[in-house]
């Protein structure tokens, strides 16, 4: 499609996708760089506070009556909450799953979110119908899928074992999949951004008192300063990019584009990992990466705009 004639809908729509995936990106380096001096509940705690904060000073400056609108719909509130259990309870499973796996099969088991969550769509929601037609999409997803499973093999030992941890990893995959059909549900009928702040704020709060039990808070006041400020910083920046943009990505373009934006993400995060980190990347893991990379850009920049 020419730029130039381009629906101002769908510029818009590949701008957020592009935004998402690059910023989206830079949430995992900023996290992998917090691990040096706090565990994951306090981390998560202080983020999710950050970003609660931020999104909903947002929110009363700039969507006050749209936020007056959700408050006064108790079915809406609930659903919320429900929501933000389903975002929280993920996290458990899936450090108890890692635990008790080899990466390369929690990744693998991972993968099946995808096909499953993107299924799920396309039956429930006659909008996510027409994101998968044409030989675009279905080049660019099996050249996707099969890029992701060829780099996630390709970065260490693929013995599949059964444990316990196959169990905790499906079911975190099982609820990630019905956290991202509710969000659907939810930005539909609400304005993104407040449905953002609100599960944010609940998240923060049970995030907070996992971290009272199973972290160490003390830890924030014993740690470098500058440390604090990337900690709280990119909690604002991340929940911005991973909770508000993303719930505007899934109402505008739906949720296979949300998906496939995900896919292309660490792909993104192997490469700033590589000049922030001195990491190295493998050439299969580079080629399976520019492969992933062409097969979600068929997907992605190559189709008409849903936008609500």
């Not at 660019?140 to 093999?153: E, M, Y």
Request: proline content about 4%; charged content about 10%.
């Amino acid at each position: 499609m020419n730029i130039a004639h381009a629906n101002p809908a769908l510029i818009r729509q590949r701008a957020c996708v592009a935004a998402y995936t690059l910023g989206g990106s830079l949430i995992v380096i900023l996290q992998r760089f917090l691990t040096f001096s706090y565990d994951s509940f306090t981390i998560n705690a202080c983020r999710f506070l950050a970003g609660a904060l931020t999104l909903l000073a947002i929110v009363v400056v700039f969507r006050r009556a749209a936020l007056a609108d959700v408050l006064r719909r108790p079915a809406q509130l609930r659903n919320i909450a429900i929501l933000s259990l389903l975002g929280f309870a993920p996290q458990a499973l899936i450090v108890e799953g890692i635990a008790r796996v080899p990466a390369v099969v929690a990744g693998l088991i991972g993968l099946l979110g995808l096909p499953l969550s993107i299924g799920l769509a396309v039956a429930i929601f006659p909008d996510e119908r027409r994101a998968v037609r044409g030989t675009g999409f279905v080049i660019g997803s099996v050249l996707a899928l099969g890029a992701t499973i060829g780099l996630t093999l390709s970065q260490q030992d693929s013995t599949v074992e059964y444990s316990t941890g196959v169990v905790y990893m499906l079911l975190a995959t099982l609820i990630g999949v019905l956290s991202i059909l509710l969000t659907k549900r939810l930005v539909i009928t609400s304005d993104p951004l407040c449905v953002s702040s609100l599960n944010t704020g609940i998240s923060s709060v049970l995030f907070f008192v996992a971290a009272l039990v199973w972290g160490d808070l003390s830890s924030v006041a014993t740690a470098p300063p500058v440390n604090t400020l990337i900690l709280f910083g990119s909690g604002a920046y991340g929940l911005l990019i991973g909770g508000a943009l993303y719930m505007v990505i899934v109402r505008q373009a739906g949720i296979v584009i949300a998906r496939f934006a995900d896919l292309a993400m660490p792909v993104f995060t192997g490469l700033f990992g590589m000049i922030l980190f001195q990491e190295t990347l493998s050439p299969a893991q580079m080629a399976f990466g520019a492969a992933l990379l062409l097969g979600c850009g068929l997907i992605l920049f190559q189709r008409g705009s849903t936008a609500l």
